[in-house]
């Protein structure tokens, strides 16, 4: 059964650094998100990706996040420089249409 | 605008006991209404979903769910739960634009 894959699974930084979060979402998908969740906290709405483009994004996603698909397979989340703050579960998903697949999450810790 | 209330953070309950999992929801507009599972340590699983059609849906593992639009609810239930559904259970929502809003989940603690 075709699963999103996100890597790694777990990474810790150092505040100020940069991270890149990866994922691989189902191929012939067209929608692609990013979540995160604060440990005890819901999760929460980063951003949406359509077409090659974002077509949403929470006011979480500041000018520290950006998405890219760049090779047509892959979708990652950067962070340009990181925060205690940012210090979550980042679950990537994609979706047909409706439904959203969810990966198993990249741990961040920022320490 | 979609939100969620969940409106347990936790339920505790006994091995083959029923459960039920209350989520309410606000939306302007049109949803589909979704459960969530996410066991420790691990990524979000669908148990089940309501898109259209019949109000009454079911999902994996024993789980159902039923939407009522004049309630604005979509309450799930087990008839009996085994130690393996100790977890946390996320409600939610979306619109036309197929992004998520979660609730602040239940967790669900199954004690033999």
């Known amino acids: 059964e075709p699963e999103v894959t996100q890597t790694p699974s777990h990474q810790v930084t150092q505040m100020g650094q940069e991270v890149i979060l990866r994922c691989v979402p189902i191929s012939n998908h067209l929608y692609f998100y990013w979540y995160r969740q604060i440990l005890g906290q819901k999760v929460e709405f980063l951003v949406s990706?359509?077409?090659?483009?974002?077509?949403?994004k929470s006011e979480i996603f500041d000018d520290q996040f950006s998405v890219e698909r760049p090779d047509g397979s892959n979708f990652t989340l950067k962070i340009r420089s990181t925060k205690l703050e940012d210090s979550a579960m980042y679950f990537c998903a994609s979706s047909p249409r409706s439904e959203a697949f969810f990966g198993q999450g990249t741990r961040l810790t920022v320490v | 605008a979609q939100s969620v209330t969940q409106l347990d953070s936790q339920v505790p309950v006994f091995e083959e006991a029923p459960v039920e999992l209350r989520c309410n929801y606000s939306s302007s507009v049109s949803v589909y209404l979704f459960w969530y599972v996410q066991y420790p340590n691990q990524g979000l699983q669908l148990l089940l979903k309501y898109l259209s059609g019949s109000t009454l849906v079911k999902g994996i593992n024993g789980f159902e769910a039923e939407f009522n639009k004049s309630q604005t609810s979509f309450h799930l239930r087990k008839p009996s739960v085994h130690i393996s559904d100790t977890a946390e259970y996320f409600c939610?929502?979306?619109?036309?634009?197929?992004?998520?809003?979660f609730g602040a989940g239940t967790t669900v603690t199954v004690r033999a």
């Open positions: 939610a929502v979306s619109g036309n634009d197929y992004k998520l809003s």
């Open positions: 990706f359509y077409n090659n483009e974002i077509s949403e």
